[in-house]
C-alpha cells in the first residue's frame, strides 16, 4: 500500500499514510490460528502466552514467526498469521528523490 501513496507525491513532501489490513500483511486468518499439546514441543513447558517463537515452513523452508495466544495446563493454542495481519497500518513517509 505505501507504493500507491508515492504515485502522487511530489520530491519533498512529506504525509502521514494509513494502510488497512488488505493492503498491507492481509486479515487475520482464523484458520491459522491451531491447537497444540504441550507435549508436542520440545520446550513446550516453556510456552505461555504472548511468547513468540519461529516455526519452519515445511513447503518453503523459511522460519516465520508464531505466537502462542493461550496456554493452560496440558494445551497451547499457536497463531501462525503475521503478527501484523489484520492491523491498519500507519507510516510516516517523505519523498526525498526519484530514481530512474
Known amino acids: 500500500g505505501i507504493d500507491e501513496a508515492l504515485y502522487d ?3 519533498g ?3 502521514t499514510i494509513a494502510i ?3 493492503k498491507g500483511y492481509g486479515k487475520h486468518d482464523p ?3 491451531r491447537l497444540y499439546q504441550r507435549a508436542s514441543f520440545p520446550n513446550g513447558d516453556d510456552l505461555y502466552e504472548g511468547y513468540v517463537g519461529r516455526w519452519k515452513n515445511p513447503l518453503s523452508g523459511q522460519f516465520i ?3 502462542c495466544t ?3 495446563k496440558d494445551y497451547v493454542s499457536i497463531d501462525f ?3 501484523l495481519a489484520g492491523k491498519r ?4 513517509i517523505e519523498l526525498v528523490d526519484i530514481l530512474d
Not at 497500518?89 to 510516516?92: D, P, R, S
Open 89 to 92: 497500518l500507519e507510516y510516516w
Open 70 to 72: 493461550k496456554a493452560t
Open 65 to 67: 514467526p508464531a505466537v
Open 20 to 22: 488497512p489490513p488488505e
Open 9 to 11: 507525491m511530489e520530491i
Open 81 to 83: 498469521n503475521h503478527p
Open 13 to 15: 513532501e512529506q504525509r
Open 31 to 33: 484458520a491459522g490460528v
